[in-house]
Protein backbone atom coordinates (compact mmCIF):
# COMPACT_ATOMS: atom_id res chain seq x y z
CA UNK A 1 0.00 0.00 0.00
CA UNK A 2 1.66 3.36 -1.02
CA UNK A 3 1.84 6.12 1.31
CA UNK A 4 2.73 9.85 1.17
CA UNK A 5 3.13 12.29 3.80
CA UNK A 6 3.72 15.35 3.27
CA UNK A 7 6.02 18.27 5.83
CA UNK A 8 7.74 21.28 5.70
CA UNK A 9 4.29 23.78 4.67
CA UNK A 10 4.02 26.59 6.93
CA UNK A 11 4.33 30.50 6.70
CA UNK A 12 6.51 33.22 5.28
CA UNK A 13 6.73 36.44 4.06
CA UNK A 14 6.72 36.97 -0.09
CA UNK A 15 10.53 36.59 -0.89
CA UNK A 16 11.32 33.76 1.57
CA UNK A 17 11.78 30.18 0.89
CA UNK A 18 10.24 27.03 2.27
CA UNK A 19 11.39 22.89 1.63
CA UNK A 20 8.43 20.94 1.01
CA UNK A 21 9.23 17.24 2.00
CA UNK A 22 7.05 14.18 0.85
CA UNK A 23 8.05 10.67 2.83
CA UNK A 24 6.94 8.08 0.90
CA UNK A 25 6.06 4.35 1.53
CA UNK A 26 4.57 1.64 -0.48
CA UNK A 27 5.61 2.95 -3.73
CA UNK A 28 8.57 0.61 -5.52
CA UNK A 29 7.87 1.05 -9.42
CA UNK A 30 11.60 1.75 -10.71
CA UNK A 31 10.05 3.64 -13.79
CA UNK A 32 7.73 6.73 -11.84
CA UNK A 33 6.93 9.69 -11.99
CA UNK A 34 5.78 12.14 -8.78
CA UNK A 35 4.99 15.42 -8.33
CA UNK A 36 3.82 18.59 -6.35
CA UNK A 37 0.17 19.93 -6.84
CA UNK A 38 -1.69 22.68 -5.08
CA UNK A 39 -5.11 23.89 -4.60
CA UNK A 40 -6.44 27.47 -3.56
CA UNK A 41 -9.22 28.20 -2.64
CA UNK A 42 -11.97 28.53 -4.80
CA UNK A 43 -9.72 27.12 -7.57
CA UNK A 44 -8.94 24.09 -9.21
CA UNK A 45 -5.89 21.46 -7.85
CA UNK A 46 -3.12 22.56 -10.33
CA UNK A 47 0.31 20.25 -11.07
CA UNK A 48 3.80 22.21 -9.67
CA UNK A 49 5.60 20.42 -10.78
CA UNK A 50 6.70 16.46 -11.53
CA UNK A 51 9.68 14.75 -11.88
CA UNK A 52 9.88 11.25 -14.08
CA UNK A 53 12.56 8.38 -13.58
CA UNK A 54 15.62 9.40 -15.61
CA UNK A 55 14.85 12.78 -14.22
CA UNK A 56 12.98 14.69 -16.34
CA UNK A 57 11.25 17.36 -14.59
CA UNK A 58 8.74 19.87 -15.64
CA UNK A 59 7.06 23.11 -14.09
CA UNK A 60 4.48 25.28 -14.21
CA UNK A 61 5.13 28.27 -15.99
CA UNK A 62 4.56 30.44 -12.67
CA UNK A 63 6.94 28.35 -11.01
CA UNK A 64 9.69 28.25 -13.20
CA UNK A 65 13.31 28.86 -11.85
CA UNK A 66 11.82 29.53 -8.65
CA UNK A 67 10.70 25.83 -7.37
CA UNK A 68 12.99 23.04 -8.22
CA UNK A 69 11.84 19.26 -7.55
CA UNK A 70 14.06 16.65 -6.64
CA UNK A 71 14.52 12.91 -5.54
CA UNK A 72 17.45 11.09 -5.55
CA UNK A 73 16.27 7.59 -6.24
CA UNK A 74 13.34 5.42 -6.49
CA UNK A 75 13.25 4.90 -2.59
CA UNK A 76 13.82 8.37 -1.68
CA UNK A 77 11.35 10.89 -0.95
CA UNK A 78 10.57 13.60 -2.61
CA UNK A 79 11.38 17.48 -2.19
CA UNK A 80 10.19 20.71 -3.49
CA UNK A 81 12.23 23.86 -2.50
CA UNK A 82 10.37 26.84 -3.15
CA UNK A 83 12.26 29.99 -3.84
CA UNK A 84 10.92 33.63 -4.23
CA UNK A 85 7.71 32.94 -2.69
CA UNK A 86 4.75 35.11 -3.36
CA UNK A 87 1.18 35.30 -2.20
CA UNK A 88 -0.27 33.69 -4.84
CA UNK A 89 1.90 30.59 -4.24
CA UNK A 90 -0.01 30.17 -1.25
CA UNK A 91 -2.10 27.17 -1.27
CA UNK A 92 -2.49 23.42 0.00
CA UNK A 93 0.61 21.48 -1.46
CA UNK A 94 -0.01 17.47 -2.45
CA UNK A 95 2.28 15.35 -2.96
CA UNK A 96 1.32 13.17 -5.54
CA UNK A 97 2.34 9.49 -6.99
CA UNK A 98 1.02 7.95 -10.33
CA UNK A 99 1.06 4.31 -11.35
CA UNK A 100 2.02 3.06 -14.64
CA UNK A 101 -0.71 1.72 -17.05
CA UNK A 102 -0.15 -1.91 -18.20
CA UNK A 103 1.34 0.04 -21.50
CA UNK A 104 3.83 1.64 -18.85
CA UNK A 105 2.57 4.92 -19.50
CA UNK A 106 2.61 7.20 -16.79
CA UNK A 107 0.97 11.04 -16.60
CA UNK A 108 1.96 13.61 -13.76
CA UNK A 109 0.85 16.79 -14.96
CA UNK A 110 -3.05 16.40 -14.37
CA UNK A 111 -5.01 15.52 -11.06
CA UNK A 112 -7.49 13.37 -12.73
CA UNK A 113 -4.23 10.70 -13.84
CA UNK A 114 -3.15 10.59 -10.11
CA UNK A 115 -3.55 7.88 -8.75
CA UNK A 116 -1.82 8.64 -4.79
CA UNK A 117 -1.99 11.20 -2.94
CA UNK A 118 -0.49 12.69 0.29
CA UNK A 119 -2.92 14.73 2.87
CA UNK A 120 -1.23 17.84 2.01
CA UNK A 121 0.30 20.45 4.06
CA UNK A 122 -0.42 24.23 4.28
CA UNK A 123 1.58 27.07 2.33
CA UNK A 124 0.44 30.72 3.43
CA UNK A 125 2.78 33.48 1.79
CA UNK A 126 2.40 37.54 3.24
CA UNK A 127 3.26 40.55 1.19
Known amino acids: QVHLVESGGGSVQSGGSLRLSCAVS????????MGWFRQAPGKEREAVAA???????TYHDSVKGRFTISRDNAKSPLYLQMNSLKPEDTAIYYC?????????????????????WGQGTQVTISS
Open 96 to 116: AADQPTVYGDLDCGRAGSIDY
Open 26 to 33: GYTYTRYC
Open 51 to 57: IYSGDRT
